[in-house]
């Protein structure tokens, strides 16, 4: 009776639904994106019991630091003058490196899980082979430009994490001129082997390409998943595994 008790109560978290818990999850979105193209998983989540904050910010016009502070340190200010017990993110691209960027100088103290879809955690090839075309620049802004895969980049310079994250990949393309320029399995933007972080959690790959990740039923399935337990659903065909 004693250890059917101790098992219900670890249980406990994951049966009662995450409003109930105060649980906030923050999004952010990818480069050239709004919004808006977090609407699904924004009503998943919500249908799921968590507080979300849907965060619109400015991709283009400034460097991931400055992005970073402005979008998620206020997120972050809402959420606690709320009452969040526990604030998570989600992210989208660019997004993954903002969250990144803006732990490596601050601290969360109700921090909860993270989850990227689509991270340039190790930057991306076509960053490296346009960045520097006219036409790129003006699309991108400064902070497509810091997504390179040199040891120089943004990406490969803000550390492993140290937080609880869970790296979804995408391997299926829908604009092959971008992943002539990729080697190995990509979604048009980053390849799978670049979307690792040493020190995830866990990571997995699902066939969608890069500008649908986030909309993807699989991905925003998984996501939730990962923002309840700490690991993705078992999918032995598509699991890459732990990154120590």
Same mark, same amino acid.
């Given at each position: 009776?004693?250890?059917?008790?101790?098992?219900?109560?670890?249980?406990?978290?994951?049966?009662?639904?995450?409003?109930?818990?105060?649980?906030?999850?923050?999004?952010?979105?990818?480069?050239? *994106?709004? /919004?808006?193209?977090? &609407?699904?998983?924004?009503?998943? %989540?919500?249908?799921?019991?968590?507080?979300?904050?849907? =965060? !619109?910010?400015?991709?283009?016009?400034?460097?991931?630091?400055?992005?970073?502070?402005?979008?998620?340190?206020?997120?972050?200010?809402?959420?606690?003058?709320?009452?969040?017990?526990?604030?998570?993110?989600?992210?989208?691209?660019?997004?993954?490196?903002?969250?990144?960027?803006?732990?490596? *100088?601050? /601290?969360?103290?109700? &921090?909860?899980?993270?989850?990227? %879809?689509?991270?340039?955690?190790?930057?991306?090839?076509? =960053? !490296?082979?346009?960045?520097?075309?006219?036409?790129?620049?003006?699309?991108?802004?400064?902070?497509?430009?810091?997504?390179?895969?040199?040891?120089?980049?943004?990406?490969?310079?803000?550390?492993?994490?140290?937080?609880?994250?869970?790296?979804?990949?995408?391997?299926?393309?829908?604009?092959?001129?971008? /992943?002539?320029?990729?080697?190995?399995?990509?979604?048009?933007?980053?390849?799978?082997?670049?979307?690792?972080?040493?020190?995830?959690?866990?990571?997995?790959?699902?066939?969608?390409?890069?500008?649908?990740?986030?909309?993807?039923?699989?991905?925003?399935?998984?996501?939730?998943?990962?923002?309840?337990?700490?690991?993705?659903?078992?999918?032995?065909?598509?699991?890459?595994?732990?990154?120590?």
């Amino acid at each position: 009776m004693k250890s059917s008790l101790v098992i219900f109560m670890a249980m406990l978290p994951l049966l009662l639904p995450a409003a109930e818990n105060q649980e906030y999850v923050i999004l952010l979105h990818g480069l050239c *994106r709004t /919004s808006r193209s977090m &609407l699904p998983m924004e009503r998943a %989540l919500a249908k799921s019991g968590y507080h979300v904050l849907n =965060v !619109d910010y400015p991709s283009r016009t400034a460097g991931i630091e400055k992005l970073s502070e402005e979008a998620i340190g206020q997120a972050v200010a809402d959420c606690q003058k709320a009452g969040a017990e526990k604030i998570h993110l989600v992210t989208h691209s660019l997004g993954g490196i903002l969250v990144r960027s803006y732990l490596s *100088r601050h /601290s969360i103290p109700n &921090l909860g899980r993270v989850v990227m %879809l689509g991270p340039p955690n190790q930057g991306s090839e076509v =960053v !490296d082979k346009l960045g520097s075309w006219w036409i790129f620049k003006q699309l991108n802004g400064p902070a497509g430009n810091e997504l390179g895969t040199d040891k120089n980049s943004t990406p490969n310079k803000l550390g492993p994490a140290h937080f609880c994250v869970g790296v979804v990949a995408g391997d299926h393309s829908i604009n092959w001129i971008n /992943s002539r320029l990729i080697p190995g399995r990509d979604d048009g933007k980053v390849s799978v082997e670049r979307t690792k972080l040493a020190g995830m959690a866990d990571q997995i790959v699902i066939h969608a390409s890069h500008p649908f990740l986030m909309r993807n039923r699989t991905a925003i399935r998984q996501t939730i998943c990962f923002l309840r337990a700490g690991r993705f659903e078992p999918v032995s065909a598509t699991r890459i595994g732990k990154v120590v």
